[in-house]
């Protein structure tokens, strides 16, 4: 069965600090990973996606992340974080084996401070 | 206007009502989703279909069921509504490029009393 991890319920950081958030995943097979990102009242967004080739990919508003296959991890990371980044981010995995329907990590509420 | 659209966006009712949430599309996608979402416990899947005569429960259908009425609207109905169902539900959409990518709508907040 496929799962997602996020070891982290809230993260707080300063604006203009950088910023790494965690998943870890299970899967038994080659996964595709996504970042989504929730506002405040909104619905989720995709931020960047992983399927295969390069292993650092680049998603929008400045977000990149890692697909580490030995450390089953695929953490997103932002060099400087702005106030309107503070959101809810949501790691997921899916691929063949599940009939592409991804699994949902808990969230991560990111805050940011002034 | 939005590609996936779900109404009501707020609803509170009372325990033992029937509810619907409706959700359309103007993606063109084949396969649609039913998620709940609950602090703390991310989205959590209820129903989905890959086309309109395929209907798949998800890990928490128990108490909900769904209609396809068309390839663009999936409803997600709960038939005697009870207090924990009190979340927010999110309706999704995926293309047939078998990539697991989803299209969300904005999302249903509904209060159960």
């Known amino acids: 069965a496929q799962s997602v991890t996020q070891p982290d319920i809230h993260i707080t950081v300063s604006e203009g600090a950088s910023l790494e958030l965690r998943c870890n995943y299970s899967?038994?097979?080659?996964?595709?990973l996504f970042w989504y990102v929730q506002s405040p009242g909104q619905g989720l967004q995709l931020l960047l996606k992983?399927?295969?080739?390069?292993?650092l990919v680049q998603g929008i508003k400045g977000f990149e992340a890692e697909f580490k296959r030995s450390q089953s991890s695929f953490n997103l990371r932002k060099p400087s974080v702005h106030w309107s980044d503070a959101a809810e981010y949501f790691c997921?995995?899916?691929?063949?084996?599940?009939?592409?329907?991804?699994?949902f990590g808990r969230g991560t509420s990111l805050i940011v401070h002034p | 206007d939005a590609d996936v659209t779900q109404t009501p966006r707020n609803r509170i009712t009372k325990t033992g009502k029937r509810i619907m949430l409706e959700c359309s599309q103007t993606?063109?996608?084949?396969?649609m989703y039913w998620y709940r979402q609950d602090p703390g416990l991310g989205l959590r899947l209820i129903y989905y279909?890959?086309?309109?005569?395929?209907?798949n429960k998800g890990e928490i259908s128990d108490g909900y069921s769904v209609s396809r009425q068309a390839q663009a609207k999936f409803s997600l109905s709960l038939e005697s509504a009870i207090p924990n169902q009190t979340a927010l539900y999110f309706c999704?959409?995926?293309?047939?490029?078998?990539?697991?990518?989803?299209?969300f709508g904005e999302g249903s907040r509904l209060t159960v009393l």
């Open positions: 999704a959409t995926s293309g047939t490029g078998n990539t697991g990518e989803l299209f």
């Open positions: 899967y038994g097979a080659t996964p595709y």
């Open positions: 992983y399927f295969s080739g390069d292993t």
């Open positions: 997921a995995v899916g691929g063949s084996g599940g009939s592409y329907i991804p699994t």
């Open positions: 993606k063109g996608h084949d396969r």
């Open positions: 279909s890959f086309d309109v005569k395929d209907i």
